[in-house]
């Protein structure tokens, strides 16, 4: 299988050599915003730092405050319309994005032209990454409305010479028409989508598993890290199924491999990443990642804590990089676990154990109390088997593997919810 670099220098350099471009891309970040960045001026400046040389080592990243959410957020609530994170004068920035919301109010994003470029370039590891290049057909099965999703990856297509197909403004039927009779070869869009759109498919009469489509490039939630969902991924279409990860606030900055060995590279050479054991701060293996980018000068982040609990690897991978990896990806999220009776549970094994079951359609979970005693709820979609056969069989694998039984419900089919987006399948009422 060939192997694809954007920056095989980079990419397959010692530790060293990344840190070594990492510090310099911090102190060239650190130069251009202290002066007139409002936002980190005085963050920064309250944590006693005055000036880029103060960083003489990658470590001493440490020395700087961390950066959370809801700070941006209020930011932009308190100096309206965009905040005072702003590195330029407000006619540098050429475009605009906004968060889903779907944890609160959203978030405004703004990029300069060079911020832009700098996407583009993270969206081109990513693409080369998987095998992308000259020749290949990428469908974009996406609204492309304000939440950045993979407006990135459509610029980064063209930058690695690979032909876009935009599926903006269609239904279902018709994005899998238009991939169809263009002989796309790749499709990129949220996991739950892909299913979804084999589903819709499925109704048609239409075998997406006879399509052209061998890889599906997927972010905007854990599914394609998550072993059952990226199964029945790619059994389902009969293709193999990537993982991205990437935030609005942050930039695109993780890929999988066409060796699929197991994690996700994280791109080293445009970011500073950290795993820190959420209670104390300290370095981990497992924890939560932090992410500083290096590239997003306009309206950057530093130490930014993602909420994602991942598990890093930092050996090297069969496909000769030496990025550091998450193994298994994002597995979720640190402030996502429920404790439903004394038991942490997370939703993405939840998920892993549902998918399994391949006459599930859809699902989704709710937790409430219940005369003071924790209760889960798990609704299900059955097509093509006994339903009461397998909710059973669900309710008693989810007893093996978390040590609860749920209640399983089997409801009508296509009365739960389809996303094209982030998912929203877990409610925990009790709040």
């Known amino acids: 299988m060939e192997i694809k670099y954007w920056n095989k220098e980079l990419e397959t350099a010692e530790r060293e050599k990344i840190e070594a471009h990492q510090l310099s891309g911090l102190q060239h970040l650190l130069g251009k915003m202290l002066d007139s960045n409002a936002f980190y001026k005085k963050k920064l400046g309250e944590a006693g730092i005055k000036g880029a040389s103060e960083i003489q080592k990658i470590e001493d990243i440490a020395h700087l405050p961390f950066t959370l959410k809801k700070e941006l957020v209020a930011d932009q609530a308190e100096n309206p319309l ?25 978030y405004r994003c703004l990029d300069t032209e060079e911020d832009w470029q700098w996407w583009t370039r993270c969206w081109s590891y990513i693409l080369t990454g998987v ?28 930058a690695v010479g690979a032909m876009t197909i935009p599926g903006g403004g269609l239904g279902s039927i018709p994005r899998l028409q238009s991939l ?32 052209s489509i061998t890889r599906l490039v997927h972010a905007g ?15 389902t279409w009969g293709a193999k199924c990537f993982d991205h990860h990437g935030m609005t606030e942050v930039g695109a900055m993780s890929f999988e491999c066409v060796l699929q060995t197991g994690g996700i590279h994280l791109i080293e050479a445009e970011y500073v990443f950290e795993v820190l054991d959420p209670v104390t701060h300290k370095p981990a293996d497992e924890g939560e990642l932090v992410v500083t980018n290096l590239g997003r000068i306009g309206m950057p982040v530093i130490r930014y804590r993602t909420g994602d609990r991942v598990k890093l690897n930092r050996e090297r991978c069969e496909c ?33 154990i549902v998918r399994e079951f391949s006459a599930v359609e859809e699902f989704s979970v709710e937790v409430y109390r219940k005369r003071e005693m924790d209760e889960m ?15 059973s069989a669900l309710a008693s694998e989810m007893q093996k593997r978390l040590a609860f039984r749920p209640t399983v419900t089997v409801v009508p089919a296509s009365t739960l919810p389809r996303f094209e987006l982030k998912s929203k399948r877990f409610f925990d009422k009790r709040k």
């Open 131 to 158: 095998g992308v290049g000259p020749g290949d057909r990428l469908y974009f099965a996406f609204s492309f409305g304000p939440f950045v999703g993979f407006w990135g990856g459509f610029e980064g297509a063209r």
């Open 221 to 235: 939630e854990p599914g394609a890290s998550i072993p059952a969902t990226k199964k029945r991924i790619e059994d």
């Open 377 to 391: 709820e798990v609704k299900i979609e059955v097509v093509g088997a006994e339903p009461a056969a397998v909710a």
């Open 320 to 352: 000769g990089r030496t990025f550091a990896r998450l193994q298994g990806g994002m597995m979720g999220r640190v402030d996502d676990m429920l404790i439903v009776r004394g038991i942490n549970v997370f939703p993405t094994a939840i998920e892993n």
């Open 180 to 211: 169809m009779d263009n002989e796309a070869n790749t499709l990129v869009c949220t996991p739950s989508y892909a299913l979804r759109l084999a589903e819709e498919a499925r109704e048609a009469g239409i075998d997406v598993s006879k399509t």
């Open 82 to 106: 965009f905040g005072t994170n702003l590195t330029y004068p407000l006619e540098r920035y050429v475009k605009f994005h906004q968060t889903s919301g779907t944890t609160g109010r959203p």
